[in-house]
């Protein structure tokens, strides 16, 4: 027990909850800056399983935030290099590297036997995507994001509301790594968070960070938070498909340029989010419409548009990156 005797010694941790973390099992999704501190401090502490999903490889403009690789994992696939980097950390900790995307035709498969999601990608389909489902399968969800120098982290679903219940609409712009930059020191505050939070699920410690929200600012080195215990899921939940769950009568756009890739399905008419508004095309009675576009975004911001004026389905795609070739 000389591992974990300083964990321990920490006032409301025993050996049960010791237990409880070594019976965890979490799906990480993202290999990146955020899972670099998650994944050495959950193993690190005795988490029992570690499932990580991530289809990307190393790049050099990686390093300065992920700091698991070296310059020799360079084109190495991310999940199989992190999962390299922590061998020998701790025989108690299983890590299982899975070079592939989530989505949603994916994500029931992906969690099945977990008991935590950690949401360590930069997307927000995808933290939609993990949230939504996260809520319907009473999964806790922990989510962090971090762009330039700000950064949050927040206990969701479980329940307690899910992200949707916080962020119901989205912001004007999104803001991404690629660009608007990030400077790794902020990456790693975050996910310390990250890695604090789901520690506490799993151990089940006092006060939960279930329904809670941790934010920090880099720059003016301030850290803050607020709960949203109380806060209602929303009654429009546009949600994420897969482009293979499209069906005949649905009424497909493509919202994207032709030099972004191919038309997303043979029946897809290609038209920009503007044209959705009360005197834009709606579909037929009985149709579901499909937005399609690389990040969801677009998709998501065509479909409030169109949900002012018509009160069908809405399902949204994220396409990923293509190519016209693709």
């Known amino acids: 027990m000389s591992r974990y ?48 999903v991530d289809p990307d490889r190393v790049e050099l403009s990686n390093l300065h935030r992920q700091t698991l690789f070296r310059r020799s994992d360079l084109g190495q696939p991310k999940a199989v290099a992190a999962a390299r980097a922590l061998e020998g950390l701790n025989e108690d900790c299983r890590i299982e590297p899975l070079i592939m995307s989530l989505s949603p035709g994916s994500i029931a498969a992906l969690t099945r036997g977990v008991t935590l999601v950690l949401d360590c990608a930069d997307s927000f389909a ?80 006092t006060p939960s960070p279930l329904g809670r929200m941790l934010t920090y600012d880099g720059l003016a080195q301030r850290a803050g938070g607020f709960s949203f215990i109380g806060a209602a899921e929303p009654a429009w939940r546009p949600r994420f498909i897969d482009a293979s769950a499209i069906a005949p009568r649905d009424f497909v756009v493509d919202l994207r340029a032709p030099s972004e890739g191919p038309i997303a399905h043979p029946d897809a008419r290609r038209l920009t989010v503007d044209r959705f508004g009360p005197d834009g095309p709606r579909p037929a009675a009985g149709q579901r419409a499909v937005f399609c576009c690389r990040s969801g975004q677009r998709a998501w911001t065509a479909a409030e548009r169109l949900s002012a004026v018509w009160d069908g389905e809405i399902a949204l795609i994220a396409l990923g990156e293509q190519s016209p070739s693709d």
């Open 5 to 52: 005797a300083r964990q321990l010694a920490v006032p409301g941790m025993d050996q049960a909850k010791q237990d409880r973390l070594r019976a965890g099992s979490v799906l990480i999704v993202g290999a990146g800056g955020l899972a670099a501190p998650v994944l050495q401090y959950l193993a690190a502490a005795g988490v029992g399983h570690l499932r990580l």
């Open 126 to 205: 995808v933290s939609y995507m993990l949230s939504d489902h996260c809520l319907e399968a009473g999964l806790p969800f922990i989510s962090a994001s971090v762009v330039g120098t700000d950064g949050s982290a927040g206990g969701f679903c479980g329940g307690a509301p899910s992200l949707r219940a916080v962020f119901p609409d989205l912001p004007q712009r999104l803001g991404s790594c690629a660009e608007d930059g990030v400077l790794g020191p902020v990456v790693g505050v975050i996910g310390g968070f990250q890695a604090q939070m789901a520690l506490a699920v799993l151990a089940g410690l």
